[in-house]
């Protein structure tokens, strides 16, 4: 059964994976986007093929229906000669990356080695939900909104990624004080291009220190009975990556031994059925390359072992990855297509609350399911480790905004942050005090 016709992560098919820092940035300018129509799941194949002699950017790989590609105005002859049925989703990726506002080739790239090197300024306020942000001024904010809850929040430096940049959580806690309850734990940008789930993730976050600062009723009984843990960014280089060099990078920065390819899928490294074939790969080339063994990477290590430290103490109430894009709330498990989690009920009885409460603000549709078979076999996923390992007794991968590359895809205008953070948290003010 296939629920949801549209699988968001896109794969170079003349790999951007070989580009590294030092290389020229790419702009996408004069990129268009289209979206072929495949007319089924054989045809869909052999277009795949045709276009992989394209310098091009494939936007999804469940090719049944249709296939989203943005292809580099170089080839757009080759392109058009195919005579392909299809429509014009985009007609200058680049200027909806120069739109976006946040992406500047070939920019600074300095950063703090140490969270005692920020010196806390002003409180946030709404206004930093209106813009898209680099790496440092996202670590900057962090600093800035536990400075101005000091009693009932720290910053814990969770490990460093390949190229040394702090992989930092922000602890939230209630009047019990610091590690009395079970974690509500959050991963944003382990996908470096999905910006909008860092956004996502610090609206969340302002929004329950600022109710509780102003002592909302359901934000305190919700803050008192959780410990939360919130990583706005998980894949830092990969993120700073996407602000300089890249807009449509993936994976980690993690340099192979033996390719010219960089970068590991981070969403394949989790050391938990790893080596199961068929929902990764051994590429390094490849945009869900898995790694080169379980848990290789810096980022996968350092956050592993939080995660234990999590379920160790008072375990894991709930555990959230925030991707981009399709609208999609998904349970575990990636790594098999026939497994339903011990507790299928009970979370999907809560994914569909949380739906229906983002239903409620602007009709917009979230759906819920599994990993696999709703969207795709995906192993060595962070929900399939939180689910068996970290024992979390609710575990998702939420896919944000938009439904679907056509609209805009990982480009979301900085004017759809607040309206789609809206969305969400009215999720969580469901999730939260229900679960
Ligand atoms: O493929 C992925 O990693 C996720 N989709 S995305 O388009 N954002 O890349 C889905 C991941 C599903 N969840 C896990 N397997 N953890
Ligand atoms: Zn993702």
């Known amino acids: 059964m296939k629920l949801f016709a549209f699988l968001p992560f896109l794969a170079p098919l003349v790999s951007a994976a070989a580009i590294s820092s030092a290389e020229k940035p790419i702009t996408y300018d004069g990129y268009k986007v289209f979206r072929i129509d495949t007319h089924g799941r ?26 989203e590609i943005a292809v580099a105005p170089e080839d757009l002859g080759k392109f058009e000669r195919m ?35 920020l010196r806390p300024g002003a409180f946030p306020d709404e206004s930093w939900f209106r813009a898209y942000h680099s790496f440092n001024d996202h670590q900057q904010w962090l600093v800035d909104i536990q400075a101005g809850f000091p009693e009932n929040s720290e910053l814990i430096e969770v490990g ?34 999905e910006w909008i789930s860092t956004m996502v993730v610090e609206y969340n ?19 008192d009975s959780y410990d939360f ?14 602000q300089t060099g890249d807009r449509l990078w993936r ?64 375990g894991i109430k709930s555990y959230i990855d925030w991707h981009s894009f399709s609208q999609l709330i998904l349970l575990p498990y990636g790594y098999s297509c026939n497994e339903h989690v011990p507790n299928y009920e009970r979370q999907m009885e809560l994914a569909r609350g949380v739906a229906s409460a983002i239903k409620q603000v602007r009709k917009t549709t979230f759906t819920p399911g599994e990993t696999c078979p709703d969207l795709y076999k995906a192993v060595g996923g962070s929900t399939d480790w939180m689910q068996d ?26 004017s759809q942050i607040e309206p789609a953070a809206k969305d969400l948290w009215a999720g969580m003010l469901y999730l939260l005090p229900t679960m």
């Not at 392909?84 to 976006?100: K, N």
């Not at 899928?265 to 051994?282: F, L």
């Not at 390992?389 to 900085?414: D, M, Q, R, T």
């Open 251 to 314: 994976k980690n920065r993690l340099k192979h031994p033996s390719s010219s390819c960089i970068g590991t899928d981070m969403n394949r490294n989790w050391p938990y059925k790893w080596e199961t074939t068929g929902g990764s790969s051994t590429s390094p080339c490849s945009e869900t390359f898995r790694g080169l063994s379980a848990g290789n990477t810096d980022e996968i290590t350092a956050l592993v072992k939080f995660s234990e430290k999590l379920a160790a103490k008072n």
């Open 160 to 193: 460093k990624s390949f190229e040394g940049r702090i992989i930092t959580a922000l602890h939230l806690w209630g009047k019990d004080g610091k590690d009395a309850h079970k974690a509500v734990y959050w991963h944003g940008t382990v996908h470096a291009r």
């Open 205 to 223: 976050t302002y929004q329950i220190i600022t109710n509780y600062l102003k002592n909302d009723t359901t934000i305190t009984k919700v803050l």
């Open 42 to 67: 054989a045809r869909g194949a052999v277009i795949e093929k045709m276009l992989q002699g394209l310098k091009a950017v494939q936007y999804n790989y469940d090719t049944d229906t249709n296939i």
């Open 83 to 117: 005579r392909l049925d299809f429509e014009v989703l985009d007609e200058d990726l680049g200027a909806s990356i120069r739109a976006e506002g946040g992406f500047h080739p070939g920019g600074e790239q300095r950063f703090a080695s140490s969270l005692n090197q």
């Open 389 to 414: 390992v970290g024992k979390a007794e609710i575990s998702w991968c939420i896919e944000l905004h938009p439904s679907g590359g056509g609209a805009n895809g990982f480009i979301l205008p900085a």
């Open 229 to 242: 843990y919130i990583l706005p960014v998980v894949n830092p280089d990969g993120f700073a990556h996407t």
